[in-house]
């Protein structure tokens, strides 16, 4: 996952299982801001397959539709 520093934008790459259920404090390695980091809501894995799912069913669909919709179900 990609996480983003509040304070200086920052992105940084974080390995999903790095971050429990329950979150974790994480500290920017640029301006050293610290937060509480949740998990991501869906796993880049899990939104491949829901979007190679999609797409073998309607083509139409914009991108960002198809994510949005499956999380809301």
Same mark, same amino acid.
């Given at each position: 996952?990609? !996480?983003?520093?509040?304070?200086? @934008?920052?992105?940084?790459?974080?390995?999903?299982?790095?971050?429990?259920?329950?979150?974790? +404090?994480?500290?920017?390695?640029?301006?050293?801001?610290?937060?509480?980091?949740?998990?991501?809501?869906?796993? @880049?894995?899990?939104?491949?397959?829901?979007?190679?799912? +999609?797409?073998?069913?309607?083509?139409?669909?914009?991108?960002?539709? +198809?994510? !949005?919709?499956?999380?809301?179900?």
């Amino acid at each position: 996952m990609i !996480i983003q520093c509040g304070s200086c @934008s920052r992105k940084f790459v974080v390995r999903d299982q790095d971050i429990p259920k329950k979150g974790r +404090k994480v500290q920017c390695g640029y301006c050293s801001v610290t937060w509480h980091q949740m998990p991501a809501p869906i796993t @880049s894995k899990v939104a491949k397959k829901i979007i190679e799912n +999609k797409n073998d069913t309607n083509t139409n669909e914009d991108l960002s539709d +198809k994510i !949005i919709s499956d999380k809301i179900r």
